[in-house]
């Protein structure tokens, strides 16, 4: 497990036109990674996310993504993100190819993914709308021993899995506390696997029963701290609530929004500077 | 004494009141939340909430905002991870109130979260299904709360994202699923319920003040009414003072500005 | 969730002719719940674990079994469980009909049971004797996208399962520390879930994402000290790793075996007299 | 200058040296585990080593008596279920080596630790599978260790457990197993590994003073010999002082009698 710059981990593993899921269930999203993402100019990315938000919302209205795999894409709370509606609706800055999920039917894809299997299973009662629109995608299969209908959801499997979390130990294992989402499954279907971590420290504060990393499972690990905001570390920092209200008006014009990017991200060498100029830190 | 009070307020206060003590209730944020957290504060104080970010017999002092935020950790009796709420509690069926909200509905409680106007080139792009399909099958009843106008109460939604009672008659019991459906949906205007046979929604609850042509108007099918219909009483002064005060403190925390205080970045 | 005595708890929810499931991988083995089946001289059980140890040679000898659905029946590092063998291999002290698993298979089939699923899968290359001397009780199935080979596992849903865990707070919750196994996925999949606890206590010692049962998943909690005994619960005590070696000699003959049972299990009233009579406790 | 040993210190320091400094192995208890555990104190410090209780990256001071003892937990870098253990991260294929004992072996390196006899009616019931064939089919490769005798390296197994090489040439290739099956079978007599072709095991190497006629003596098969046989090393005097060591504390931790100070019953 190398420790690299964010900027030598994302220039190193990940590629145009590769799958990309950055996870994180609200909490933990790995915001510095995404817009390293963003400064590098990646493009024709697949990205995965069960509840892609303002960090895809970036990427997708700077020209990153040509593919989206979700089971929910909002600003949690507020609202619409309005890159993501612009690039669905009017295929701007591009079009967007989207493969739609409910949560559980991506909680299952992606742990067969993590699990070594080409599908997984659910229980499935009568098709919807979404069954209809994405056609084959999905499968109904009967279960041999009771014959009861199930619905067989393809793996996920993606090229990089990127996730943030609060520690890297000497070793490189990463702990992971608090709301963790799919990360788990994530970070295992994946075939290559980069962190941010908050701070690297001797020992990790993991008690019996911690989601741990272990180091063999990771292709690189930066430390960034900060890296999840506006989204949280539980323990590090709070979420910012009032930036996800602020980006509903951030997002909704395009020209804001890319002025916004330019002033802030572009302009940024790198997540420390991005945190001056929004003043989260001194 | 009566006390003045808004629509969100009366919607809240009567869903809160549909909610059992005890019952395990999955939760989604906005509406659904703030009933939920009222029915905690009030007349239901063992309710379980699971929020869908996998944290289990939470309870928030604030409202959450998104539906992953720390108090909800913070306050749990457990965290679990994304496939685990969904096949170990929701699919398994440990879960008896699921509590919906959605853009559309239809007279047979099925609801539409994910676009306007055609699925490949939509008018608007909702923010689509999230768990919603899965409550809506597997919770063993689900509530609804929205808000009545004709655009979101429609004769035929746009796209039928999460199951309701299908067709009607039965439908959906012919297709198995484990959960019974919407049992109660809550509006604006007072309470709709399906019908013991045809499954169809029909106004059974209004709200003091509320019109049957006023409801009738906000809805996009012809809506039916029963024959007895009940009218609810005003919110409880004490059930507002809850909910107020629980507003004005979420509205507090999430206007706070966020400084970080980073670590000391450790020697490589 | 009620707080029980254990035998009341076991009265109250074990019936005989019923599908048992005594989980604990080596660690936090519901020893002295077992003992209470023996002593209130439960019937044509169909006992289930992965690892069938001691407490399982004791039912499995004194007479409550006549089914044993399981991956490895042995007494771990140590070797033979003889109860169990002479069960198989002579009928005594009756016929046992066993439905044998590997331990991934039976993993699988434990969370298709706690996720509410009639069957999970797995990845399938060729048939052993296992699979042969089964007959239909697996089922190859293709994924439906790749055409892979899968192995399908039909569910494992227990009418009682039967755990014991570090502690219980004041609303019934339990937190299970250490080498958890499959007794998450037991507990979840069992239409009836009793704990034995080492301790009440007014608040877990839980940190974030420690393994806790909600209490309104439980049937009924016993607190009962000591009750892993001679297994372990990390934090507590430690795994009687010479009373494992001692009944290599105790069961390896039927009328040793049912002497030690009488003196030891059945002429104890609970499990603290019988760790006082073991000489565990003072 | 040399050391008396006998054939278990010779089989684990030998199989030790087959592993290489970093591999991820899943590991069984007994001679596997003494071996891994040797290989980790001696030259290869950052072997992973994975027990099927779920405890990763463990560094025991003594060896366990079963596959969950405490100090598998306490000395682990994460503890995960069972279930994950065997999808995560055997069955996704990130384990490198799994390290296999067993009841019988055949010439292919298929593995038998269910009954002896009949399955039926058996004249000895072992403990069964566990998750050897788990491992035997996902583990990138296998390492076997096993005592040569002709009741334990046989011609046919009585019951096929674990997948070796199935019937040979391919078979287990074809099959579209991720493992590359067993690499090498440690014996009491030197190593065994399979033809580069058929896959049908032939001795390789030979420990110091053992004999080919001895070895053919205790197969079950006509053992065949490689064209250069090597001969092993002795066992190295710091290796077997490591072991022997390890083995000291071991005993010594499992003799120890037990006393439980239970805790003072909480009011209820």
């Known amino acids: ?66 593919q989206l795999t979700f089971s929910w894409g909002g600003n949690p709370g507020v609202g619409s993100l309005y890159r993501l509606r612009d690039a669905i609706e009017r295929g701007w800055p591009q079009p967007l190819a989207i493969a739609e999920h409910t949560h559980a039917e991506m909680a299952v894809a992606y742990q067969a993914g993590a699990s070594g299997l080409p599908c997984g299973l659910m229980r499935c009662y009568a ?3 979404l069954d209809r629109a994405r056609g084959g995608r999905l499968a109904r299969i009967a279960c041999p021993f009771t014959g009861a209908a199930l619905r067989a959801v393809p793996a996920i499997t993606p090229d990089v899995t990127i996730l943030h979390a609060q520690q890297v130990d000497r070793e490189g294992n990463v702990l992971l506390r608090g709301i963790i989402g799919a990360a788990r499954e994530a970070a295992l279907a994946a075939r290559c696997l980069l962190v941010t971590v908050e701070e690297r420290v001797d020992r990790l504060a993991a008690p ?42 951030i997002a909704r014009q395009r020209e804001r929004f890319q002025l916004w ?20 830190t001194a | 004494m009566t006390t003045a009070y808004n629509a969100d307020e009366m919607m809240t206060v009567t869903a809160a009141r549909q909610l059992r003590n005890g019952a395990v209730c999955f939760v989604g944020i906005g509406l659904p939340s703030a009933a939920c957290n009222l029915a905690r504060r009030t007349h239901a104080p063992d309710l379980v909430l699971i929020y869908e970010s996998g944290t289990v017999g939470t309870r928030p002092q604030v409202l959450p905002l998104s539906i992953g935020d720390g108090e909800l950790a913070a306050t749990a009796t457990c965290v679990v991870s994304l496939p685990e709420v969904f096949a170990h509690y929701l699919q398994r069926g440990r879960v008896d109130v699921g509590f919906l909200s959605a853009a559309q509905i239809d007279g047979y409680g099925n609801l539409n979260s994910t676009v306007i106007g055609d699925y490949a080139r939509p008018t608007v792009r909702l923010p689509g299904s999230g768990g919603a399909p899965d409550i809506a099958a597997c919770a063993r009843e689900v509530l609804i709360i929205m808000k009545q106008s004709p655009r979101s109460f429609v004769a035929r939604l746009d ?33 709709l319920r399906p019908d013991a046979v045809t499954e169809e929604l029909q106004l059974v609850a209004i709200y003091p003040g509320a019109t049957v042509d006023a409801a009738r108007a906000a809805t996009g099918w012809p809506l039916r009414v029963a024959p007895t ?40």
Do not use: K
Request: proline share 6%; net charge negative.
């Open chain 1, 1 to 66: 497990m190398p420790l690299l710059s964010l900027r030598e981990a994302i220039a190193g593993h990940v590629r145009d036109g590769q799958s990309i899921a950055l996870e994180g269930f609200t909490h933990l999203i790995p915001f510095a990674a995404g817009h390293e993402i963003i400064r590098q100019g990646r493009r024709a990315l697949h990205l995965i996310r069960m509840t892609p938000d303002l960090i895809h919302d970036q990427m997708i209205g700077m020209g990153c993504a040509t």
């Open chain 1, 127 to 129: 098709d919807t709308d």
């Open chain 1, 208 to 249: 019996a029963n911690a989601v741990v990393l272990p180091h063999w499972l990771i292709s690189a690990v930066s430390v960034v701290p900060g890296g999840a905001h506006p989204s949280y570390a539980a323990g590090c920092y709070e979420r910012d609530n009032r930036f996800y209200v602020e980006w509903d008006d």
């Open chain 2, 159 to 191: 796209f039928m994202t999460s199951c309701g009672y299908l067709g009607g008659t039965g439908e959906r019991r012919r297709a198995g699923f484990p959960g019974a459906g919407p049992r109660a949906v809550i509006t604006d205007f007072g309470i």
């Open chain 2, 229 to 268: 219909l009940e009218t609810l009483p005003a919110p409880d002064p004490a059930d507002l003072a809850v909910l107020r005060e629980l507003q004005a403190a979420t509205q507090a925390a999430h206007a706070r500005a966020l400084r970080i205080d980073l670590p000391r970045p450790a020697q490589t």
């Open chain 1, 261 to 280: 990017m330019q002033e802030h991200v572009l302009a940024s060498a790198d997540h420390a500077e991005l945190l001056r100029r929004l003043r989260i």
